[in-house]
């Protein structure tokens, strides 16, 4: 089966540094999401992405954070100044159509200290 | 607002009982409802969903609009049923709302 791939596995950054998470949906999908999850907390939406322009966001979603779709195979996640509060496990999840099952990646764990 | 409740965070039986995961939810209009299933290191999935009506891995769920409830069961558990399983709601734009989650351990 076809997968959504997240890099790095790991990251670990310096409060107040940009840090862009990356994401590689599966080819021929339509709709792309970032979710993360704070230790111990749910699963929060932060933004959806269709036809190249964010379709809805999450209050979470401020200024600070910004999604592209650079080159047509690339979905990133930009925090801009990194926070403590922004340390969680972020997945990356695209769907083909909005009414299709949502393909996970396998996250990326964001240490901000 | 949008709101799916799972009230227990941990869920211990043993192999063979039965086991019931509780969701309840709160959202306006019609929601598509889910469970999903994050087994031990690995990757969020999809286990049902409620308009698909079907049983996977033994799992059932009904949905009770009444009840506003979306229950996962199986009659007999097995140990490779442990996991972290989240009770999810979907509206339009397929943004999705996530329960806690509960965990649930299946001991020999």
């Known amino acids: 089966e076809p997968e959504v791939t997240q890099t790095p596995s790991h990251q670990v950054t310096q409060m107040g540094q940009e840090v862009i998470l990356r994401c590689v949906p599966i080819?021929?999908?339509?709709?792309f999401y970032w979710y993360r999850q704070i230790l111990g907390q749910k699963v929060e939406f932060l933004v959806s992405f269709y036809n190249n322009e964010i379709s809805e966001k999450s209050e979470i979603f401020d200024d600070q954070f910004s999604v592209e779709r650079p080159d047509g195979s690339n979905f990133t996640l930009k925090i801009r100044s990194t926070k403590l509060e922004d340390s969680a496990m972020y997945f990356c999840?695209?769907?083909?159509?909005?009414?299709?099952?949502?393909?996970f990646g396998s996250g990326t764990q964001l240490s901000v200290l | 607002a949008q709101r799916v409740t799972q009230p227990e965070k941990l869920l211990s039986v043993f192999k063979g009982a039965p086991v019931e995961l509780k969701c309840n939810y709160s959202?306006?209009?019609?929601?598509?409802l889910f469970w999903y299933v994050q087994y031990s290191r690995q990757r969020l999935q999809l286990l049902l969903r409620h308009i698909s009506r079907e049983s996977i891995k033994g799992f059932t769920a009904d949905l009770n609009k009444g009840e506003t409830s979306f229950h996962l069961k199986k009659p007999f558990a097995q140990e490779e049923d442990s996991a972290m399983y989240y009770c999810v709601a979907g509206g339009s734009n397929y943004k999705l709302t996530f329960g806690k989650g509960t965990l649930l351990t299946v001991n020999p």
């Open positions: 999840a695209s769907q083909w159509t909005g009414k299709e099952k949502l393909f």
């Open positions: 959202y306006s209009g019609s929601p598509e």
């Open positions: 080819s021929n999908h339509l709709y």
